[in-house]
Nanobody, 115 residues
Framework: QVQLVESGGGSVQPGGSLELSCAVS????????MGWHRQAPGKQREEVAS?????????FYANAVKGRFTISRDDTKNILYLQMTNLKPEDTAVYYC???????WGQGTQVTVST
């Protein structure tokens, strides 16, 4: 059974940082594409970043987060990360990790950026 469990969300002030983690089990993690998506209140879910399988680890970022967010993976621990810096109020959303190929999703973790 494939499981994705996100953690690391919380509340921060603008300009702050957070690191999200997604623990993946039940699938050959190093061989699969992984991605982070987010959904803000009243908005459609959008892709934030993705990373290709090892060893290429090619990354993609949405324009809104480019230069501020970094996606990475630890294949020894089966964990996907999203390092978020210089957070803005518009980054407030529920963040989900996803396995695009099979369309598996985690349960989401809330990120709130406010003064």
């Amino acid at each position: 059974q494939v499981q994705l469990v996100e953690s690391g969300g919380g509340s921060v002030q603008p300009g702050g940082s957070l690191e999200l983690s997604c623990a993946v089990s039940g699938i050959a993690f190093s061989r699969i594409f992984m991605g982070w998506h987010r959904q803000a209140p009243g908005k459609q879910r959008e892709e934030v970043a993705s990373i290709s399988p090892t060893p290429l680890n090619t990354t993609f970022y949405a324009n809104a987060v480019k230069g501020r967010f970094t996606i990475s993976r630890d294949d020894t621990k089966n964990i996907l990360y999203l390092q978020m810096t210089n957070l803005k109020p518009e980054d407030t959303a529920v963040y989900y990790c996803r396995i695009p190929g099979d369309d598996y999703w985690g349960q989401g973790t809330q990120v709130t950026v406010s003064t």
